[in-house]
């Protein structure tokens, strides 16, 4: 089954304890992104990748890191979490940016406290 | 960067009546125009999408027209069912990698 899995789809942790959510889609999708979801302000990009070793900077992407080691992986790495980073978060990918829609996660609810 | 805008925020309609959300942007060079539906809790999918070359799309209920001079297009969703209830986002794109959605529109359908 063609899908983008994220995990974990839960986590509390504490403000300063570096965490990663990985990312694994199976369609060979070159363009792959993350996103933040917050009330009122709708779907943020983060960071985003065009292709393997290929990342780019989102509206939001301070306080994040990322990887393209492989073309099927796209881990959001939090280095120093703090609470203001605790939001709704989506994977997605597609086949090319532009004219292919966005194949997203089921999302990773991430509390920091 | 791309500036989108949804309107309206919020939608409440009853059932059997139409809906329509319009989304606006300012890049030019946008060629590909998506309307992603996310019901509660779940992530979002894609129910439409348009090109630049075609200036309207319809797929049973629902429809998006695009008006490129204008830079918006609308989705129509027509005999709304309680289960249409959802946040609708548009992401218009394809003239660079950096993608922006809309904040979303939340429609609800009363019975």
């Known amino acids: 089954e063609a899908q983008v899995t994220q995990n974990p789809r839960y986590l509390i942790t504490v403000t300063g304890k570096k965490l990663t959510v990985t990312c694994s889609q199976n369609m060979n999708h070159e363009y792959m992104s993350w996103y933040r979801q917050d009330p009122g302000l709708g779907l943020r990009q983060i960071y985003y990748?065009?292709?393997?070793?290929?990342?780019d900077k989102g509206d939001v992407p301070e306080g994040y890191k990322v990887s393209r080691k492989e073309k099927r992986n796209f881990p959001l790495i939090l280095e120093s979490p703090s609470p203001n980073q605790t939001s709704l978060y989506f994977c997605?990918?597609?086949?090319?940016?532009?004219?292919?829609?966005?194949?997203f996660g089921d999302g990773t609810r991430l509390s920091i406290l | 960067g791309e500036n989108v805008e949804q309107h309206p925020s919020t939608l409440s309609v009853q059932e059997g009546d139409s809906a329509v959300i319009k989304c606006t942007y300012s890049d030019s060079a946008s060629n590909y125009f998506p309307w992603y539906k996310q019901e509660l809790g779940k992530r979002p999918q894609l129910i439409i999408d348009?090109?630049?070359?075609?200036g309207e799309k319809k797929d049973q209920r629902i429809a998006v027209t695009l008006n490129k001079t204008a830079k918006h297009f609308s989705l129509h969703i027509t005999e709304t069912q309680p289960e249409d209830s959802a946040v609708y986002f548009c992401a218009p794109g394809g003239s660079n990698y950096k993608l922006t959605f809309g904040k979303g529109t939340l429609l609800t359908v009363n019975p």
């Open positions: 990748s065009m292709n393997v070793e290929v990342t």
């Open positions: 997605a990918s597609s086949l090319a940016v532009g004219l292919q829609p966005q194949h």
């Open positions: 348009i090109r630049s070359n075609v």
